[in-house]
């Protein structure tokens, strides 16, 4: 069994009208992965979509794969491309729900978003802005998760 360290909350930086067959094509075809780019995607209903085994590897994070499992919803940006917290409702819970269930599974696991790996380049002890790689997944994760109210309470 891999050691999970991190679970990585990612957005697609995606139209929210992006399917997940066309995000595939794109890893293939334009990026020439032969991994796909994350584990899980969450569509705009709240469906969470299982993209690859959690045994196997997802390129989410340039250097950080080996020990993480990505999970990824829909959109993160706005028509311009600029970054927005987009999610649905739905989104929101499911991604909520998907992490607890993967925290209780790999109980070692720190949860993290995308952006939270960039370097400290000006090495002020603070990850700032204009260092996010590039901003996913537009929101800072550990801030909604200690603020989240749940829709459904825990099984
Ligand atoms: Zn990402």
């Not at 032969?34 to 709240?46: D, L």
């Amino acid at each position: 069994m891999r050691t999970i360290k991190y679970l990585v909350v990612h957005c697609t930086a995606t139209p929210v009208t992006a399917t997940i067959e066309s995000i595939q094509r794109y890893w293939k075809k334009v990026l020439k992965w032969n991994n796909p780019g994350y584990h899980y995607i969450i569509e705009r209903n709240g469906d969470i979509v299982n993209i690859t085994d959690e045994e196997n590897i997802a390129n989410g994070v340039a250097g950080n794969n080996r020990h993480a499992i990505h999970i990824s919803y829909i959109g993160g940006i706005d028509a311009n491309g600029k970054l927005l917290d987009n999610r649905t409702a739905q989104q929101t819970e499911a991604m909520y729900q998907k992490l607890l269930e993967l925290a209780k599974k790999y109980p070692d696991a720190i949860i993290r978003g995308h952006r939270d790996f960039s370097t400290d380049t000006n090495r002020n002890g603070v990850i700032d802005a204009f260092e996010w790689i590039k901003g996913c997944p537009s929101f800072d994760v550990t801030e909604w998760l200690e603020s989240y109210q749940p829709q459904q309470q825990a099984a």
